[in-house]
């Protein structure tokens, strides 16, 4: 089975898909790994979009968390189902606003080997800040998400659509039984 799970920042992508992989014993890719570098620097989207796509390749299923649009002619092609963590606005406001004191207090490294770490500047007081893109983006994730349901190119797809913490657990449960 190849999963993507997606959803504004802060919602839980990363969690329930870290989840999913372990329940269904398959790897988790995690889209930011592969896309930040040192400093917050991004990778060129030729070398992110090539290391996406070997890592796709190399496994026959998977379970990866991310958004990242331009991705989509790659980790979509083969796709099995697309979950879309849909937790309400204040719900996913306030998860990244707990997230982002929790890391920033912690500062805790994100993804091994960049050394990049949320602060309390950054997360509250900067254009950069995780709160702030995630504020902006919710509204545009929900519009995009709920019109590639109705897609006719992604009609190869299964979507589920989870709205609450409790929906996500029993999806868990749910494919954790479910027949291959």
Not at 30 to 35: F, K
Not at 65 to 92: A, C, H, M
Not at 95 to 116: F, I
Request: charged share 25%.
């Amino acid at each position: 089975m190849k999963i993507n799970v997606v959803g504004t920042s802060g919602s839980g992508k990363t969690t329930l898909a870290r989840r999913l992989a372990e329940a269904l014993s398959l790897p988790h890719i995690e889209m930011d790994v592969l896309h930040w570098l040192p400093d917050w620097q991004e990778k060129p989207d030729d070398q992110f979009l090539a290391e996406l796509a070997s890592l796709l390749e190399a496994s026959p299923g998977w379970v990866l968390d991310g958004n990242y649009d331009r991705s989509r002619p790659i980790k979509w092609q083969e796709v099995d189902l697309v979950v879309w963590v849909d937790y309400g606005f204040w719900q996913t406001i306030s998860q990244v606003v707990s997230r982002a004191v929790r890391r920033a207090w912690s500062k805790q490294e994100l993804w091994p080997g960049t050394g990049n770490r949320e602060s309390f500047r950054q997360s509250f007081f900067s254009r950069h800040s995780i709160i702030l893109w995630s504020i902006k983006t919710w509204r545009r994730n929900r519009v995009r998400y709920l019109s590639d349901m109705q897609n006719a190119q992604y009609q190869h797809i299964r979507f589920v659509q989870l709205r609450s913490h409790s929906e996500a657990e029993a999806f868990i449960r749910s494919m954790q039984t479910a027949p291959d």
